[in-house]
């Protein structure tokens, strides 16, 4: 993960953390604490001048009272995390990145990047994320809604997906999915949305524990409703089993945006829960999108493991060959 900083952005947030004892409120005083974490962490990428930049590595420690630019540009220096070629804000985004800049400069939002204008902002997008164990109901998923960051890119990960005979269920089920899926993909989204379907032939019923065959109209069905949401790039990748890395069977729909990570119990039915994390979560920024890295790698190696064929069936279909952005320069983080 990177950070985009401004060099308007980065003097604001100085003049904030000087002032944080006068007038700041408490909002504004942890989004300054938790923008400073990430900067202490992170790659930061800014439009300072090479000149200017080096200018704060021989500080060693002597840093103007409260400044966040001098201590963050100095460590950031001498732990080797900071981009010294020029920046363009203008160019094409890092969709793991977060881009902290002033009015002037054109937003990335449209894009499915997040992006804050204003100190208080990074504050509302930790809160709005982080969601544990919240209900969902088969009417109501509006919780869902005001939890969704703005992304471009979805892994999905379901043991039941295609496994469901019963029609009134499955036609539910993957409604509140594509219902789900419209809350991420956001209607001023320019770039094509990539949703990137990991399941199985055959899924676990959860008291029984019986396999599921894998159900070809069930397949079909979800082929069709997903051709038509608009923006949408979409593959569905089929294997033998979903298991995590430390080789237990999945049983959890699981999800990954740009952003986030998160789980749903039982989509469609009567009530479930809803879980959500911000990826370099509060109490731990590195290891937090260390882990977030490591399960996207091992993903990946799932999904390009899948061969062609398994026992005569086609496992990959899609409407457009593409890469999932999610599983993009996974090797440089």
């Keep these: 993960?990177?950070?985009?900083?401004?060099?308007?952005?980065?003097?604001?947030?100085?003049?904030?953390?000087?002032?944080?004892?006068?007038?700041?409120?408490?909002?504004?005083?942890?989004?300054?604490?938790?923008?400073?974490?990430?900067?202490?962490?992170?790659?930061?990428?800014?439009n300072f001048s090479k000149e200017e930049i080096l200018s704060y590595l021989d500080l060693s420690g002597n840093y103007t009272s409260n400044s966040i630019k001098?201590?963050?540009?100095?460590?950031?220096?001498?732990?080797?995390?900071?981009?010294?070629?020029?920046?363009?804000?203008?160019?094409?985004?890092?969709?793991?990145?977060?881009?902290?800049?002033?009015?002037l400069l054109p937003d990335?939002?449209?894009?499915?990047?997040?992006?804050?204008?204003?100190?208080?902002?990074?504050?509302?997008?930790?809160?709005?994320?982080?969601?544990?164990?919240?209900?969902?109901?088969?009417?109501?998923?509006?919780?869902?809604?005001?939890?969704?960051?703005?992304c471009n890119s979805m892994l999905y990960i379901d043991p039941y997906f295609f496994g469901d005979k019963d029609p009134v269920k499955r036609n539910k089920k993957t409604q509140k999915f594509i219902e789900l899926l419209n809350y991420y993909l956001k209607s001023n989204l320019k770039v094509q949305f990539h949703l990137t379907i990991l399941a199985p032939f055959g899924a676990y019923e959860n008291q029984k524990k019986k396999v599921v065959p894998f159900d070809e109209i069930v397949f079909n069905e979800a082929k069709e409703k997903l051709e038509k949401v608009k923006n949408l790039l979409f593959e569905i990748k089929l294997c033998d089993s979903i298991r995590w890395q430390k080789g237990s069977v999945e049983q959890?729909?699981?999800?990954?945006?740009?952003?986030?990570?998160?789980?749903?119990?039982h989509p469609g039915t009567p009530k479930t829960l809803f879980n959500q994390n911000f990826i370099p979560r509060d109490e731990d920024v590195k290891n937090g999108y260390r882990e977030f890295i490591n399960n996207l790698v091992h993903w990946k190696r799932i999904v390009d493991g899948i061969p062609e064929k398994l026992n005569g069936r086609i496992t990959h279909y899609c409407n457009k060959e593409f890469t999932n952005r999610l599983f993009e320069n996974l090797e440089n983080y």
């Design 1 to 46: 993960m990177e950070v985009y900083i401004s060099k308007q952005f980065l003097e604001n947030l100085d003049n904030k953390s000087r002032n944080v004892d006068q007038k700041n409120s408490d909002e504004e005083i942890i989004s300054v604490l938790k923008i400073k974490k990430l900067l202490s962490l992170l790659k930061i990428n800014t």
């Design 108 to 150: 990335k939002s449209s894009n499915g990047i997040i992006y804050f204008k204003n100190v208080s902002g990074i504050n509302d997008f930790y809160s709005k994320c982080m969601r544990t164990s919240r209900d969902l109901n088969e009417v109501d998923y509006s919780i869902i809604k005001t939890s969704a960051p703005d």
């Design 70 to 103: 001098e201590m963050c540009l100095s460590l950031a220096l001498k732990d080797g995390r900071c981009n010294l070629n020029d920046l363009k804000f203008d160019s094409i985004p890092n969709n793991k990145a977060f881009y902290f800049y002033d009015e």
């Design 252 to 265: 959890d729909r699981i999800f990954y945006t740009n952003y986030t990570s998160g789980n749903i119990g």
